[in-house]
């Protein structure tokens, strides 16, 4: 697919190493902290915008201020070996984790956090306002590595549930809606089944019309083929290229280089917390820069024969 | 053919007496199970919490319920509720004479025995939901109450159901220790029939069987409500 127009924002333009990102991320730190909080908000430039995420669970830091801005249409892949933080990044883009520092910024809107914590402080910065967290989660989809589909409900249910409840939609519209969608992603026959019924692959594909029925600004997928079965990645992966196509906002964690490299507009390549190499798809995979890209695309070729 | 005849109902026979306490027995029960659900969901929640100063102290109240007799924990609810809430009226000067009504009391002292269990079932019930149900919920926006009423409860109960039957049972049986406070439920109207016609035993009996019938449909209740709980879980067998 062609590449869509591709903004690297100054904060996570090509770093030449892992250390370079550092400094650049404690200048980055340094200059928002002289800023005011309101000059902050109105500076968002993507549509999906994270700026200096600091986030810790207990003594372990696992993001050290990473920055990352989605234009809108843009697909990003977050690359990275396990335990890089590329799905803890992602998971703070909708509040289920709570960063320390850093900002948030979704279709413009800032994330209502409250005074960022002080460098050291390792508890998790306030929010101020959750019927805000609330709304912007609404308008956030993502779709998990373990699908999550409630399982005391039926794949309608599951689709109708939050746009119902949730947004207060009108029933006759949202279940209309929800089989088309189930239709979609080519299981209308399952709409009546529970999701224990179905193959992992089917209840992936349930999951993202369940994120789809929201209507989001933009869409968070956190690893969605990597607990499937070999043979029912293809039809997972064939769903999110189609979304792709249709121009959706995507952030996406994945172990799916080929995915990655062909779908992406950007690829973000993490490593130990911090972005190591950022850029299309060709730079990133093809002439990475830093050693840990490096050693990390070699060892998935490698992994990949 | 005599043991029928004392079972009569109106004047001559016992019958509407027995019905009456049975009819007692049940209310206190059902009452009884509404409040030690709620306050065994709080305790559960309390028992859950991250906060020590929340966590502890409830920790302690739940070994001192269930560690003491029940026997023993319905009389110091009841006297004790009627002591001081007669001196915290009478101190308000809301009520010069306050009687703790017994109803109230024996409910009171029953659901306090009721929560301590069940607190300890909707915990194990509250983890064995997966997580992931619940991140589920919040990301589509619902506040963490929603997603606990709409998600987490919803899959609770098939965990706790079968616990929650059992305390039933027990809770059904335990309305007889509220005799000791002279209500009128199904035991002591048995205890007082067999004393005024010297036939103890067959009131005893009478009785016994009487409970036998209301546990025995709650099981079936049970069964029915652990069936429709298991909705959406593949059956073993495939």
Redesign the interface.
């Given at each position: 697919m062609a590449i869509r127009a591709t903004t690297v924002s100054a904060s996570d333009s090509v770093p030449d190493s892992a250390s370079d990102s550092a400094i650049e991320s404690a200048r980055t730190s340094s200059a928002s902290a002289q800023t005011p909080p309101a000059t902050d908000a109105t500076a968002a430039t993507g549509w999906v915008e994270v700026r200096d995420l600091w986030k810790r669970y207990d003594d372990h830091q696992v993001l050290k201020g990473v920055s990352v801005s989605a234009n809108e249409h843009e697909v990003i892949s977050l690359i990275g070996s396990s335990g890089s933080g590329k799905s803890t990044l992602l998971r703070c883009i909708?509040l289920?984790e709570i960063p320390e520092r850093g900002e948030v910024f979704v279709a413009g809107e800032r994330l209502p956090f409250g005074e960022p914590r002080e460098a050291g402080d390792k508890r998790p910065r306030k929010i101020n306002n959750?019927k805000n967290v609330?709304?912007?989660?609404?308008?956030?989809?993502?779709v998990?590595q373990?699908?999550?589909?409630?399982?005391?409900?039926?794949i309608l249910e599951n689709i109708t549930?939050?746009p119902i409840?949730?947004?207060g939609r009108p029933r006759r519209e949202v279940e209309e809606e929800a089989h088309a969608l189930l239709k979609r992603v080519g299981i209308a026959d399952k709409a009546g089944v529970?999701?224990?019924?179905l193959s992992g692959g089917q209840q992936q594909r349930a999951a993202i019309a369940?994120a789809l029925a929201?209507h989001p600004k933009a869409m968070l997928f956190d690893e969605p083929t990597s607990a499937l079965d070999p043979e029912l990645v293809g039809e997972v992966l064939s769903v999110m290229r189609e979304l792709a196509d249709e121009g959706r906002t995507m952030l996406v964690v994945t172990h799916e280089m080929d995915f990655a490299r062909e779908v992406s507009d950007k690829v973000i390549f993490l490593h130990q917390g911090q972005i190591a190499e950022a850029g299309t798809p060709a730079q990133v995979f093809d002439s990475p820069q830093s050693e840990a890209a490096q050693k990390f695309l070699s060892n998935t070729r490698i992994a990949r024969k | 053919m005599e043991g029928l005849s004392l079972l009569a109902l109106g004047a001559d026979g016992w019958g509407d007496e027995l019905l009456r306490g049975a009819w007692l027995t049940l209310q206190l029960a059902l009452v009884t199970l509404f409040f030690g659900i709620l306050l065994g969901l709080l305790l559960a929640a309390a028992r859950l919490s991250s906060w020590k100063i929340i966590r502890w102290p409830c920790m302690g109240w739940l070994l001192v319920v269930r560690g003491t007799p029940e026997f023993l924990v319905l009389l110091l609810i009841y006297f004790g509720l009627d002591r001081y809430l007669s001196q915290i009226l009478r101190f308000l000067g809301i009520a010069e004479q306050f009687e703790l009504p017994r109803f109230a009391g024996a409910v009171v002292g029953l659901a306090v025995i009721f929560s301590a269990y069940a607190a300890e079932i909707f915990r194990g019930a509250w983890r064995a939901v997966p997580k992931g149900q619940m991140e589920a919920a919040v990301a589509v926006g619902m506040s963490p109450l929603a997603g606990f009423w709409r998600v987490r409860m919803p899959q609770m109960w098939r965990f706790a159901i079968p616990g929650l039957g059992n305390l039933w049972m027990v809770l059904l049986k335990d309305t007889s220790l509220a005799a000791v406070i002279a209500l009128n439920e199904l035991l002591r109207m048995a205890k007082i029939a067999g004393e005024t016609t010297r036939d103890p035993l067959f009131f005893f009996a009478v009785a016994a069987l009487i409970y036998l019938f209301m546990t025995a449909c709650s099981d079936l209740v049970r069964l029915w409500l652990e069936r429709r709980a298991r909705r959406g879980v593949r059956a073993v067998a495939g």
């Open positions: 909708n289920l959750w609330y709304r912007l989660r609404a308008n956030l989809a993502m998990f373990s699908f999550n589909l409630w399982s005391h409900r039926t549930e939050a409840h949730v947004l529970y999701p224990s019924a369940r929201m | -």
